[in-house]
């Protein structure tokens, strides 16, 4: 069964600090993305990759940058996490050509 | 840039009952079109989705939607729900000419609550 795993179901985290989400895949999908979900707003596209080292904003990049140093693990990085970045933050994946995406079952993300 | 909208936030429907869901999208090209459903407490979950060919498109659990070009509509449809419907239903859009390398536009979500 194909998947795409974040590392952490839940994470409480400290204004001001720096946070990492992991995200990693076995699908050899070249393009993974990065979205945040919250209530009444769907999910917003913050970054996205189609290439190891490549990355392109999304929707939402602002505070928020992105690493992809091998073709299954994509990165979020929160350099100064702030509280209005509380949110479900979920990575998906999804192979050149066609297909569908294949989603994570999201980290939930505190900032207090 | 793409843009999609549902029509309902919240619907609440009796067992049985038929469902529409309405999802419009905003984008002069050529799209592909999904449905996604989130149960309470998983992740999303591809319900269907339309490249091409024909606009009846059948998913799993049985829903089916239908794209309609000239209306800028992909409505999602079941004859007659049942309890375990009930979740967070998405409607999201990419370019057709992306290949997959773009992300996905999503609409708001629509909840619904299936009564027994």
């Known amino acids: 069964d194909v998947k795409v795993t974040q590392s952490s179901r839940y994470l409480v985290k400290r204004t001001g600090e720096k946070v990492f989400l992991e995200c990693v895949q076995d699908?050899?999908?070249?393009?993974m993305f990065w979205y945040r979900q919250d209530p009444g707003l769907g999910l917003r596209l913050i970054y996205f990759s189609y290439d190891v080292k490549m990355k392109e904003k999304g929707d939402i990049p602002e505070g928020y940058s992105v690493s992809r140093e091998k073709k299954e693990r994509f990165s979020l990085i929160l350099e100064s996490a702030s509280t209005n970045q509380t949110s479900m933050y979920l990575c998906a994946s999804s192979s050149q050509g066609a297909g569908g995406y294949t989603f994570g079952s999201g980290t939930r993300l505190t900032v207090v | 840039a793409q843009s999609v909208s549902q029509h309902n936030h919240h619907v609440i429907l009796s067992e049985a009952a038929s469902l529409e869901l309405g999802c419009n999208y905003s984008?002069?090209?050529?799209?592909?079109l999904f449905w996604y459903v989130q149960y309470p407490g998983q992740h999303l979950q591809l319900l269907l989705k339309?490249?091409?060919?024909?606009?009846l498109v059948k998913g799993i659990k049985g829903f089916e939607a239908e794209f309609i070009k000239s209306k800028f509509s992909f409505n999602l449809r079941k004859p007659s729900v049942q309890w375990s419907d009930t979740a967070e239903y998405f409607c999201a859009v990419n370019a057709g000419s992306g290949g997959g390398a773009d992300g996905l536009t999503f609409g708001k979500g629509t909840h619904l609550i299936i009564q027994p």
């Open positions: 984008y002069g090209g050529t799209v592909n």
């Open positions: 699908m050899d999908h070249e393009n």
């Open positions: 339309y490249f091409s060919g024909d606009p």
